[in-house]
């Protein structure tokens, strides 16, 4: 229970959501962190009033914290499949983080199970730090999430270049824009998702503003596209979210390219540096799926009237 709440909370920066995510009083998630802080003997959280934000302790533990998880969660799998004759059945775990193109692996998924009928697939969402953290740990056997700096130890493979993008309510001054850049969004508050969640995605934001000479201002966070388009809807800012994430045009809202230096993010399918054949015929399905996507979203017209797509090919990461 102390790791779940951990999560939770540096997940939603928030011990009211944290709990009612986990079906939980908030005095049970309070008491579950402080345990857990006496245990490691240090705090995991920065707690005011108004403001819930990880320490550095919490920041570096944090994709530990969702390995060990996944690990347990995989025993609890082991122990079930050994409980039911099936101990024999292979697994194969697959994470991947918020905002990345699920459809992709919905396609992927069917056909790695017919090629392997007698592996067991687990998904496991996960942010992409935490992915990393398991590759090395073996509790995971393929990720798929953003380009971060240090993948020592684990094979990256560049899925597609997402570009930023900003959701704007249809009555806003910003509205008519075909493409925005960071100045011009230097003095709006804006939505995005949770640096704890995304820290690649988000450090490639603040490079963008950086470069930009602008100042990111970031006054609400939230877990889910759908969330923030929420917000953006009820006059709250607006939201910042990448291609892959949006699967229909939010109604009342305009999406609008962002364009500058920066302003595109690698999505990326990772692997330990020897992969199961399982998760090495997931990747290559993966691939060759986003190729196929790429070069029909290229040869007609894109679902978003107003969003443009980027076209750079597909390239290699760390090998």
Same mark, same amino acid.
């Given at each position: 229970?102390?790791?779940?709440?951990?999560?939770?909370?540096?997940?939603?920066?928030?011990?009211?959501?944290?709990?009612?995510?986990?079906?939980?009083?908030?005095?049970?998630?309070? /008491?579950?962190?402080?345990?857990?802080?006496?245990?490691?003997?240090?705090?995991?959280?920065?707690?005011?009033?108004?403001?819930?934000? @990880?320490?550095?302790?919490?920041?570096?533990?944090?994709? /530990?914290?969702?390995?060990?998880?996944?690990?347990?969660?995989?025993?609890?799998?082991?122990?079930?499949?050994?409980?039911?004759?099936?101990?024999?059945?292979?697994?194969?775990?697959?994470?991947?983080?918020?905002?990345?193109?699920?459809?992709?692996?919905?396609?992927?998924?069917?056909? @790695?199970?017919? @090629?392997?009928?007698?592996?067991?697939?687990?998904?496991?969402?996960?942010?992409?730090?935490?992915?990393?953290?398991?590759?090395?740990?073996?509790?995971?056997?393929?990720?798929?999430?953003?380009?971060?700096?240090?993948?020592?130890?684990?094979?990256?493979?560049?899925?597609?270049?997402?570009?930023?993008?900003?959701?704007?309510?249809?009555?806003?001054?910003?509205?008519?824009?075909?493409?925005?850049?960071?100045?011009? @969004?230097?003095?709006?508050?804006?939505?995005?998702?949770?640096?704890?969640?995304?820290?690649?995605?988000?450090?490639?934001?603040?490079?963008?503003?950086?470069?930009?000479?602008?100042?990111?201002?970031?006054?609400?966070?939230?877990?889910?596209?759908?969330?923030?388009?929420?917000?953006?809807?009820?006059?709250?800012?607006?939201?910042?979210?990448?291609?892959?994430?949006?699967?229909?045009?939010?109604?009342?809202?305009?999406?609008?390219?962002?364009?500058?230096?920066?302003?595109?993010? /690698?999505?990326?399918?990772?692997?330990?540096?020897?992969?199961?054949?399982?998760?090495?015929?997931?990747?290559?399905?993966?691939?060759?799926?986003?190729?196929?996507?790429?070069?029909? /979203?290229?040869?007609?017209?894109?679902?978003?009237?107003?969003?443009?797509?980027?076209?750079?090919?597909?390239?290699?990461?760390?090998?």
């Amino acid at each position: 229970m102390e790791l779940e709440a951990f999560v939770a909370v540096a997940e939603e920066l928030h011990f009211g959501r944290a709990a009612a995510r986990l079906h939980r009083g908030q005095p049970t998630v309070s /008491d579950a962190v402080r345990r857990l802080e006496s245990t490691l003997g240090g705090r995991l959280f920065h707690r005011t009033s108004r403001r819930v934000s @990880l320490t550095d302790l919490g920041e570096a533990l944090l994709p /530990d914290a969702h390995a060990t998880l996944a690990q347990l969660r995989r025993f609890q799998q082991r122990g079930r499949s050994l409980a039911t004759g099936n101990g024999n059945r292979a697994t194969l775990v697959v994470a991947h983080a918020e905002y990345t193109g699920h459809q992709l692996l919905l396609r992927c998924l069917p056909q @790695l199970r017919d @090629l392997f009928p007698d592996v067991t697939i687990v998904p496991e969402a996960m942010p992409t730090t935490a992915q990393l953290a398991a590759l090395r740990a073996e509790t995971i056997g393929l990720g798929i999430g953003w380009a971060t700096g240090d993948v020592t130890g684990v094979r990256a493979r560049v899925l597609s270049t997402e570009r930023f993008m900003a959701l704007v309510p249809a009555t806003h001054p910003l509205a008519g824009h075909a493409v925005l850049s960071a100045s011009e @969004l230097s003095t709006t508050g804006l939505l995005t998702w949770p640096h704890q969640i995304n820290s690649g995605l988000c450090d490639r934001l603040l490079s963008a503003f950086h470069i930009g000479g602008a100042d990111l201002r970031i006054i609400r966070t939230a877990d889910s596209v759908h969330a923030i388009a929420a917000h953006v809807a009820a006059g709250t800012g607006i939201g910042i979210t990448v291609e892959s994430a949006l699967d229909h045009q939010p109604p009342g809202l305009r999406i609008i390219p962002l364009t500058g230096p920066s302003t595109t993010a /690698d999505q990326v399918v990772l692997t330990s540096t020897e992969p199961s054949d399982t998760a090495t015929a997931l990747r290559d399905l993966l691939l060759h799926a986003s190729a196929e996507s790429r070069s029909t /979203d290229q040869s007609a017209p894109h679902a978003f009237p107003n969003a443009a797509m980027p076209s750079s090919p597909m390239t290699t990461a760390s090998p």
